[in-house]
């Protein structure tokens, strides 16, 4: 069998950052401290590239975790520079995980102390860089205003662990809680006190609070006061609040109806929209299919931007006995590709015979209904699947398997792929969406035949999935490792 083998190691980092959990930075910092140490130069630019690229926020904390305290020339600035990029309660995250701190773990018999993060003192480059992060926003009064409205906790926790004195402004509103007439936290009082909804609906568009703030102190959310507080709204806030803005009933009012379909046309253009959040959203909050259907065109819009995928691909779900997850996250990864495809893309299922799916549309609907009635059960057989598009003569130059990498089935997946190149005179590379209480047994006989295959390990998170489209989106992994080593470094700013 004929292939190039691609045995850079800089591939393993790239996949070991893709297998790796998230949620616990515990469990990322020896992953991403490993990956420093083998390739510095590399590191560095994968954080700058991954910050603009990636979904996965615990990632970005350790970026900037390893680059600030990093010995390596030039880490520290690029780290201090990707850390203004975060909001508030991620810059305190990240210096909570430097400094270590003790959390109560309660089970049903007893409450253990926990020790998180590296009990390590913060150097003085992060102290000072996290000190103008605050100064920088004491000296913009509606910027300092909105950040305090939604992450009071993180900021106030910021000035103190880092002993910076804040000016007196910064004071009123934080400490001292007398805040001035002209800041947002005075006319936040002010509207928990107005009953008239047009006094509040005026207060809200004047000082544009956020919605989750004032459904805090609003006790009656009449229409007026509803229409106002999505006319303030940023097409993120719109989105993370459709399904309260439904479970209220605003959704039935016509003016507001239009403006949350203006805001989801401005979502489509917006760089701070996360590319899979108004799917997401739209299954979670229960909307009316018109409101979905705008929320799925917000999603294929912004995955979008992540990339286009140039060459013939096939996705292949596996449906054997306990891959329920494979054929939930089979149908959202079908949407997901679909809406950035430009060459042909084949989908099966498969246990131990393959059987095509023939989607009647590009979106999530369509997609379920083509996985409709289809259940997990049987043996498995990875190897039927490859052999389904051979015999179909389906030119494909990429593998996608969602799958535990389970097989206990002839054909196996050595033989068929080996079959398929013979024939097909081409050798796909493979991307495996490991799920469930997988093995690791399709990596290694790749590993083993020199077929390039990159892992992508599947832990429930969907916001994760278009982590998976930069490696299907390059002409071939070596030119997606040249984009990262070329992509540009951030620079910190002057004092």
Not at 32 to 56: I, M, N, S, T
Not at 156 to 164: C, G, I, M, Q, S
Not at 324 to 353: I, Q
Request: hydrophobic share 40%; with cysteine.
């Amino acid at each position: 069998m004929s292939q190039i083998r691609e045995s850079d190691p800089r591939l393993e980092i790239l996949n070991t950052l893709l297998t790796t959990p998230h949620r616990q930075l515990m469990e990322l910092w020896p992953v991403h401290q490993q990956l420093c140490e083998k390739d510095p130069r590399f590191y560095v630019h994968l954080a700058a590239w991954y910050f603009d690229k990636g979904e996965v926020r615990d990632h970005k904390e350790m970026f900037v975790v390893i680059l600030a305290l990093s010995l390596f020339e030039g880490h520290r600035d690029v780290g201090l520079a990707l850390l203004r990029q975060l909001p508030p309660f991620q810059v305190l995250r990240v210096v909570d995980f430097i400094l270590g701190k003790k959390v109560k773990r309660r089970d049903k018999k007893e409450t253990k102390i926990e020790e998180i993060g590296l009990f390590t003192a913060l150097p003085r480059s992060l102290r000072t860089e996290v000190t103008r992060y605050l100064r920088q926003r004491e000296q913009n009064a509606e910027w300092f205003d909105r950040t305090v409205l939604t992450a009071r906790k993180a900021i106030k926790r910021l000035y103190a662990l880092l002993h910076v004195k804040p000016d007196a402004r910064a004071q009123q509103i934080l400490f001292d809680e007398v805040p001035p007439p002209d800041s947002k936290l005075f006319a936040l009082k002010q509207l928990a006190r107005a009953t008239n909804s047009d006094a509040q609906a005026e207060a809200i568009r004047t000082h544009k609070i956020p919605y989750k703030v004032a459904v805090s102190v609003v006790r009656e959310m009449s229409p007026n006061v509803v229409r106002a507080l999505v006319e303030t709204m940023t097409p993120m806030e719109l989105i993370n609040s459709i399904g309260s803005l439904r479970k209220r009933g605003s959704l039935q009012d016509e003016a507001i109806h239009q403006l949350v379909q203006q805001k989801l046309a401005e979502a489509k253009k917006d760089e701070r929209v996360s590319a899979y959040k108004a799917d997401v959203a739209a299954e979670a909050a229960g909307v009316s299919e018109e409101l979905a259907e705008s929320l799925r065109e917000v999603t294929n819009a912004r995955v979008r931007t992540r990339g286009r995928i140039l060459r013939p691909t096939a996705m292949l779900l596996d449906r054997s006995g306990s891959m329920s997850v494979a054929l939930e996250v089979g149908k959202r990864l079908g949407a997901l590709l679909s809406a950035v495809t430009d060459s042909e893309l084949f989908a099966y299922v498969f246990d131990t015979s393959a059987q095509m799916l023939t989607p009647r549309g590009v979106d999530l609907s369509a997609w379920e209904a083509a996985l409709e009635g289809i259940r997990p059960g049987g043996g498995t057989s990875i190897g039927c699947a490859i052999d389904a598009l051979r015999q179909a003569k389906q030119y494909v130059e990429q593998l996608v398997f969602v799958t535990d990498e389970e097989e206990n089935t002839a054909p196996m997946f050595s033989e068929a792929y080996t079959q398929y190149v013979k024939e097909m005179r081409v050798p796909p590379n493979v991307v495996i969406l490991r799920v469930g209480a997988a093995t690791d047994r399709i990596e290694k006989t790749c590993k083993k035949l020199g077929i390039p295959v990159s892992v992508f390990h599947f832990t429930g998170d969907y916001y994760s999935l278009p982590n998976v489209l930069p490696l299907l989106s390059q002409s071939s992994r070596s030119e997606l490792l040249q984009d990262i080593f070329a992509y540009p470094l951030p620079k910190r700013k002057a004092k």
